[in-house]
């Protein structure tokens, strides 16, 4: 597959077109932005971490019926993903209360959160990502009734095999953000899943192995990611 121009080069992560117009390659940067983008530095070994990551997962949901975009992983680095329509929000699912939610709600970081709740948050850097609901997404053409209902069903089913599969690992799936999109219509699981979007906590420790670690100047970042891996098996 030949790797044309890049169509989008976003905070981590770059998106280029192939010569299959059903295609494109992701790649995965070393950059790491917390805070919007304020602050961004590169972390070695960074993309590779999170492309290897990314695949075992997606494979690991694809394998229990998710609908993913993954096909392939060309390089270290690099993906070959379906050409997806991506609907402009982001869907969060939390096990247990950490990050905006606590600001927001004025909840205690560590709180368990039994049914587990689920958040959409509009896509747009200069707006600081917002929470929105059903309705806005509606009424601002975003989406669909169904595809809402759709998001929501998939990133439960998504957090019943991710739950299960790290807490068999000796951690804690505390919470995701998740991004769908379009490929002839279907809704599919698309961008990534990577330490980088969630939060993983040592069961035993509460040790924070996530990007928490770069948010909060914890250091040790990628090794908090490797760490992980190691404990599901994914190969790096
Ligand atoms: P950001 O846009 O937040 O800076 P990234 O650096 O991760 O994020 O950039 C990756 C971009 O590619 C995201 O905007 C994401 O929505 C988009 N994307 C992910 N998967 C696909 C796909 N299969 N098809 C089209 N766009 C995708
Ligand atoms: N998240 C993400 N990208 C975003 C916002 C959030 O990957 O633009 C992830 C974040 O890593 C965490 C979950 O979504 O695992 C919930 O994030 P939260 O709303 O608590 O926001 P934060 O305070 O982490 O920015």
Not at 19 to 32: E, G
Not at 34 to 61: C, H, P, S, V
Not at 144 to 152: A, G, L, V, W
């Amino acid at each position: 597959m030949e790797k044309k121009q890049e169509l989008y080069h976003g905070k981590a992560k770059s998106v280029y077109e192939t010569d299959d117009s059903n295609h494109y390659i992701m790649l995965f940067r070393d950059d790491t932005s917390a805070f919007d983008g304020k602050i961004i530095k590169q972390l070695e070994r960074k993309g590779r971490t999170n492309n290897r990551f990314n695949f075992f997962i997606m494979k690991k949901l694809e394998a229990a019926g998710i609908p993913v975009h993954v096909e392939e992983l060309l390089s270290d680095t690099e993906c070959l993903v379906k050409k997806l329509k991506m609907l402009p929000v982001e869907c969060v699912v939390r096990n247990v209360a950490a990050g905006s939610i606590c600001k927001r709600l004025g909840v205690e970081e560590g709180k368990d959160l039994n049914p587990p709740t689920f958040e959409f948050f509009y896509k747009d850097d200069s707006l600081h990502d917002p929470m929105v609901n059903d309705s806005h997404i509606i009424s601002f053409g975003w989406g669909t009734q169904e595809q809402i209902d759709e998001m929501k069903a998939l990133s439960f089913k998504i957090n019943d095999v991710l739950k299960a599969l790290f807490d068999e690992a000796g951690l804690i799936l505390v919470d995701y953000k998740l991004e769908f999109g379009l490929y002839e219509g279907k809704l599919m699981l698309g961008d990534e899943f990577s330490p980088d979007g969630c939060r993983l906590w040592d069961k035993e420790t509460r040790k924070k192995l996530d990007k928490d670690r770069f948010r909060q100047g914890l250091g040790e970042v990628i090794e908090g990611y490797e760490e992980v891996a190691r404990r599901i098996g994914c190969p790096l």
